[in-house]
């Protein structure tokens, strides 16, 4: 069985500070990893991903993951937040491509001016 | 380019009623889901087919609910005497087949909001 946690459903930061958004999975097999953002009343759009290869990703919008397998953990970060960044999170991970995937929590970024 | 679409993306029944939603996957796309997502919470699997085939399908899914993908393209979800606790987002996924690139990407619809009353 997989499974995901999201540490902290809510984080805040001010407009030019780092952002940090934490997840940690549980797989018995290697994962592919996601992150997801949703804005309000709409789907979900892929940030990034983690399959094979370079355990450093970057995405969209300026955000990146890093995979630790060591620590089970893909937490996502930006340099820098913008207003535009508010939305909520999500962080996902399936065994197999073309499997379901499991989401966590969610986290809502807010961003402060 | 377009994406996945769903429709329709808004919904107010009374309890007791049927409803159902229709997803239309991205066009090279044979692989289809669909998620429930509650207030506050990540979405939940609930269904998936490849083509026509419904190849899996979560405890979630009640016998009130049933999907089907007749023609390997779009695919319907129905949910019959809604109850207020089926209050919730629908969403669907599409992703292209196996061995493709990029084939365990899942792009999302925008969603379709179910109010039960």
């Known amino acids: 069985a997989q499974s995901v946690t999201q540490l902290g459903s809510h984080v805040s930061v001010s407009e030019g500070a780092l952002v940090l958004l934490r997840c940690n999975y549980s797989?018995?097999?290697?994962?592919?990893l996601f992150w997801y953002v949703q804005y309000p009343n709409q789907g979900l759009q892929l940030l990034l991903k983690?399959?094979?290869?370079?355990?450093l990703v970057k995405g969209i919008n300026g955000f990146e993951a890093e995979f630790k397998k060591s620590e089970t953990s893909f937490h996502l970060t930006k340099p820098s937040a913008h207003m535009s960044d508010a939305a909520e999170y999500f962080c996902?991970?399936?065994?197999?491509?073309?499997?379901?995937?499991?989401f966590g929590g969610g986290t809502r970024l807010m961003v402060k001016p | 380019d377009t994406g996945v679409s769903q429709d329709p993306r808004h919904k107010i029944t009374k309890r007791g009623q049927n409803v159902t939603f229709r997803c239309d996957p991205i066009?090279?796309?044979?692989?289809l889901y669909w998620y429930r997502q509650t207030l506050g919470q990540g979405p939940e699997f609930l269904t998936y087919?490849?083509?026509?085939?419904?190849?899996?399908k979560s405890r979630l899914l009640s016998d009130r609910f049933s999907a089907e993908r007749p023609k390997g393209s779009f695919s319907t979800l129905e949910i019959q005497r809604t109850e207020q606790g089926d209050s919730a987002m629908y969403l669907c996924?599409?992703?292209?087949?196996?061995?493709?690139?990029?084939?365990?990407?899942?792009?999302f619809g925008p969603g379709t909001r179910l109010l039960v009353l």
């Open positions: 996924a599409s992703s292209f087949p196996p061995n493709y690139l990029d084939q365990e990407t899942q792009y």
């Open positions: 797989s018995s097999v290697p994962p592919y």
């Open positions: 983690y399959t094979t290869g370079a355990t």
């Open positions: 996902a991970v399936t065994q197999d491509a073309g499997n379901m995937l499991t």
């Open positions: 066009s090279e796309h044979n692989r």
């Open positions: 087919f490849q083509n026509e085939a419904q190849l899996e």
